[in-house]
């Protein structure tokens, strides 16, 4: 790189930071920044873009277009050559911009006459904040070492950005101080309100030019070998046992020994950046690179950068997790994802989550439902908004986030907050009734679980027993697969916590959305319709078989209920009850206790199943009808897609006709049936549900004083004739008929 170069690109980025210290408003300072910026260039032009909104960019600086131009300039993200930038995040540089594919003449800005175009984003770490734009008169192209020095100069146009200089009149206005709103999806009910607590502060990069090269590039070499050595030392500690999760490390170590990714940031703390400034400049390219790569496996690749990256700025700056804070008396932890063993680590001080990734059926949603906490996600850019300890209000029903809410907001939130725990207290005094209908019919009623952490609510939600326990979390948790002894020690405090109510539990769900961390990812098209549950299980006989025989030991002579996960032929029940059959008579040759009764029950969760042959409803000590799964096979909607996953009503016709007819099946072979999954714990829906014949439902624990409170006000053989009544005047939803009934029956709910 040209010494010239980069003796100039330190002059201009002093001039910057003396901009952003100077006294006066944004306005002036992005004035005055573009006015370095073209002298520096030598161009007749230099325009900063910013987001609007979005989907919007507008001309907020700009010297030597109309000034009346400022400010009334917009473009669509997409549009013309400066959207054109912003949409690819990569740079533009034409000696003729007028003959690029989509230039888009702007008369009030007088471009016309500088025919010389370079474009380069403004952005931070995958966030678009803009473009920054030089001009000529002179019809030519920039430099490759002119393109360079004006995305270092847009890197530190970012961080003065994030550090508030383009707004009030303050030479460091307070920023992050005004309401905002997130509309995210709803991961688990509830609301709460509590503070912010960042789960990984993002690192706020207050000095992003650096004085003196040799300085900051001593810094940085002394932060890598201290990163490297973390890395050494987390790789020797993991027990990865060989195979893809000691690849994955390696791989991470290899990123982390790149001499090419220290150059590259060395050679941006010449032309003047911070050591900081150049990791994060560094980490914003890649990530746009990697973001827009064709193979996966590179976009994999995009986390162990970015995890590498953030824990090198947390080195150089001292900030990060463990700043010294202190975790506020009711946090609300504000993070972009977070894994299953992360989340349980902060335990039920938790009053609720908001992601801006996710998905509901994620190992995070969860464990958020096994917390009883209220999870928001797809909350898209809270983070580069929250601070720590900023006030902030979740609803996790309708799936929106307040930050720093208003005191009308506020005030009307609490409201709501006061109705569902008054709600909640009536439903406490419900508690050791039976949910018996006004007809005389009983409804059973269980709780889903997964962790220890459930288990109180057995006797607080009036469950009569654990319907489903979900026995991957022990998997999903843990860096490698768990002991034999620690399973069989676990099982048995359930089975113990339960006081004498029966537990169901499900063999090893994992797949699909479940990966476990030392399990080989597999790209497959559709993971929620491959190789999963089951057929995992019966694929590698070893995992399954240790699983049955610590379920066999921690029964302990005490009655026992194994459930097998997503059944879709008969078969493959008949060789999971196998397989548990012949690993109880090898507990009992080798003279260990075994299950004084034995119930094997199989989950419905696939249309295939509904019309097996009767043999297989015969050998099936009870059927429970995974309602998630099937709603979304029936209906061909995936429910992590959230363009389609709220598009079917459980309450169609043709979803219940499926119900009723598995309802039919099982009485005809003398087998209980249950319903499990997030419908049952629906007030309306369960109603419906027993109205049809089923006699056990599975829900979450705060989900069972709601339905146990509709059920014992209606009549549910008269919401039977209601509901045949609408089918046979050719209804093809029910709600409309189901509502009505509700209504003048005086539950609504």
């Known amino acids: 790189m040209p010494e010239s170069l980069e003796s100039e690109s330190r002059k201009l980025l002093g001039r910057l930071r003396d901009t952003l210290a100077a006294p006066g408003d944004g306005q002036a300072r992005l004035d005055r920044i573009t006015h370095h910026i073209a002298d520096s260039m030598r161009s007749n032009v230099c325009s900063v873009y910013l987001f609007r909104d979005p989907d919007t960019l507008e001309l907020c600086a700009s010297c030597g277009l109309r000034p009346e131009s400022v400010h009334r300039t917009r473009l669509r ?22 003959s690029q594919a989509g230039f888009r003449y702007m008369p009030e800005t007088g471009e016309e006459v500088f025919p010389s175009f370079l474009g380069v984003p403004i952005r931070r770490v995958g966030e678009r904040l803009g473009v920054l734009v030089v001009q000529s008169r002179e019809a030519r192209e920039y430099s490759e070492d002119e393109i360079y020095g004006l995305e270092v100069v847009a890197m530190v146009l970012a961080e003065m950005a994030e550090l508030g200089a383009f707004v009030g009149n303050e030479a460091h206005p307070l920023t992050h101080r005004f309401p905002a709103v997130f509309r995210g999806t709803g991961g688990q009910e509830g609301a709460a309100e509590g503070q912010v607590w960042l789960h990984e502060p993002r690192v706020v990069i207050t000095n992003p030019v650096g004085d003196d090269p040799a300085k900051e590039r001593a810094r940085l070499t002394e932060a890598v070998a201290v990163l490297r050595d973390t890395v050494e030392q987390m790789v020797a500690s993991a027990e990865m046992g060989g195979g893809e999760g000691e690849a994955v490390l390696e791989a991470y170590r290899m990123f982390a020994n790149s001499r090419s990714w220290l150059r590259r940031m060395e050679e941006d703390i010449d032309l003047g950046l911070s050591a900081e400034a150049a990791v994060e400049k560094e980490q914003s390219q890649t990530r746009a690179r990697l973001e827009s790569a064709a193979d996966p496996y590179l976009r994999d690749r995009l986390h162990d950068l970015d995890d590498l990256s953030n824990r090198l700025l947390r080195i150089l700056t001292g900030q990060g997790k463990d700043t010294g804070g202190t975790m506020p008396a009711n946090p609300i ?82 409201d709501k907050i006061a109705m569902q725990a008054e709600a909640q207290e009536r439903y406490a005094g419900l508690r050791a009734l039976p949910a018996t209908a006004q007809c005389g019919t009983t409804v059973r009623l269980f709780m889903n679980a997964g962790l220890m952490a459930d288990l109180p609510s057995i006797d607080s939600s009036g469950a009569e027993g654990v319907g489903l326990f979900r026995t991957e979390l022990q998997f999903l948790t843990r860096p490698r697969v768990p002991r034999r002894s620690e399973l069989a020690g676990l099982y048995a405090r359930v089975i113990e916590n339960a006081r004498g109510k029966p537990v169901v539990f499900r063999t090893l769900d994992i797949g699909s959305d479940k990966v476990l961390p030392y399990m080989k990812r597999l790209d497959e098209p559709n993971p929620a319709m491959g190789w999963r549950a089951i057929r995992v299980g019966l694929d590698k006989k070893g995992v399954l078989q240790m699983q049955l025989q610590a379920l066999i030991r921690a029964s302990a002579g005490r009655p026992l209920n194994v459930m097998f996960p997503f059944i879709a032929d008969q078969d493959e ?8 059959v012949e690993q109880i008579g090898r507990e009992a040759q080798m003279g260990r206790p075994v299950p004084a009764e034995l119930r094997v029950g199989a989950m419905l969760e ?6 097996a042959p009767p043999a297989f409803f015969r050998q099936c000590d009870f059927v429970s009808i995974g309602g998630n799964d099937l709603k979304q096979f029936f209906y061909a909607a995936d429910r992590e897609n959230e363009r389609v996953r709220r598009r079917y009503d459980t309450l169609s016709t043709p979803f219940l006709d499926l119900i009723g007819m598995i309802v039919d099946r099982c009485g005809q072979a003398g087998v209980p049936l249950s319903f499990c999954g997030e419908d049952a714990g629906r007030p309306v829906e369960a109603a419906v549900f027993a109205a049809l014949g089923l006699r056990q439902l ?41 509502t009505a009934f509700l209504a003048a029956s005086g539950a609504q709910v």
């Open 606 to 611: 696939t249309p295939s199943l509904a019309f």
């Open 77 to 98: 993200l997409g549009e013309g050559l400066v959207g054109r930038v912003a949409r690819t995040g990569r740079p533009i540089n034409t000696a003729d911009a007028p």
């Open 698 to 738: 599975s829900m979450r624990p705060a989900s069972i004083g709601p339905v146990k409170s509709l059920i014992r006000r209606i009549d549910l053989a008269a919401l039977r004739v209601a509901i045949d009544a609408a089918r046979a005047e050719g209804a093809t939803n029910l709600r409309p008929a189901v």
């Open 333 to 414: 932890l504000v993070a972009r994802n977070i894994g299953p063993a992360e989340l349980l680590d902060y335990g039920r001080s938790l009053r609720g989550v908001v992601l801006e990734d996710g998905s509901v059926g994620s190992h995070a949603a969860v464990v958020a439902r096994a917390l009883a906490i209220p999870l928001v996600i797809h909350a898209a850019r809270i983070r580069s908004e929250a601070l720590n300890g900023d006030p902030i209000l979740i609803d996790g029903d309708a799936g929106i986030v307040h930050l720093r809410p208003e005191d009308s907001v506020a005030a009307a939130f609490r």
């Open 573 to 580: 029940f008949a060789q999971g009850r196998a397989m548990l």
